[in-house]
């Protein structure tokens, strides 16, 4: 059974870089289609953050493209979500989602993990 | 691009639910379909348009015509009470994007 359980920063200060793993059990990194971020601030909808594919490549939302950074470590079976400047506007859960193993490449995510909630505070 | 979902749609047990989800790119591109209850993560349940998950109940189905999906719930249930989420995606994933979500009262 893929289970994805990210970090728990809890709170990051204005301005510096909030920084969130997914640790992925019961698949390796290194076999998934993709691996993504999506966030929720509080009471909104669902964002999308970006994602990154089996091949390496990485695809970010535009909105968010010159501060985040999306990158997975096939050694510890992870993978990390970098954003820069933070303000209290990327207050919001933050979930790592996935795919379950497949041979067929469809955009969404089926695997999800709790979420994390980060504030952005002084 | 843009999805838009209405923002809430109210229906009475055992009656038919039915959220849609507009955009442009839709007649080129799959839509998926999520339900996040208050405090869970979202759960797929509608993949490709029309298909269901396994595990998802049989009254979850979707539908597509133009630029519109649809969600319909037949037979809604006091537990399907949740936030719905449309999402797409561009053909190799470089761009995705959700509806803005659908809030499910059922009276």
């Known amino acids: 059974q893929v289970q994805l359980q990210e970090s728990s920063p809890g709170l990051v200060k204005p301005s510096e870089t909030l920084s969130l793993t997914c640790n992925v059990s019961g698949y390796s990194t290194s076999s998934g289609l993709y691996w993504g971020w999506v966030r929720q601030p509080p009471g909104k909808g669902l964002e999308w953050i970006g994602s990154i594919l089996h091949s390496g490549t990485v695809y970010y939302n535009p909105s968010l493209k010159s501060r985040v950074s999306i990158s997975v470590d096939t050694s510890k079976n992870q993978f990390s979500l970098k954003l820069r400047s933070v303000t209290a506007a990327d207050t919001a859960v933050y979930y790592c989602?996935?795919?379950?193993?497949?041979?067929?490449?469809?955009?969404?995510?089926?695997?999800w993990g709790r979420g994390t909630l980060v504030t952005v505070s002084s | 691009y843009e999805l838009t979902q209405p923002p809430s749609v109210s229906v009475s047990p055992g009656q038919p639910a039915r959220i849609s989800c507009s955009g442009d790119?839709?007649?080129?591109?799959?839509a998926y379909w999520y339900q996040q209850k208050p405090g869970q993560a979202p759960v797929l349940v509608i993949y490709?348009?029309?298909e269901r998950p396994s595990g998802i109940p049989e009254r979850f189905s979707g539908s597509s015509s133009g630029t519109t999906v649809t969600l319909t719930i037949s037979g809604v249930q006091a537990e399907d009470e949740a936030d719905y989420y449309c999402q797409s995606a561009d053909s190799n994933g470089s761009s995705w994007v959700f509806g803005g979500g659908t809030k499910l009262t059922v009276l």
């Open positions: 490709k348009d029309t």
């Open positions: 790119p839709l007649p080129n591109h799959y």
């Open positions: 989602a996935s795919r379950e193993p497949s041979e067929f490449i469809y955009w969404y995510f089926d695997l």
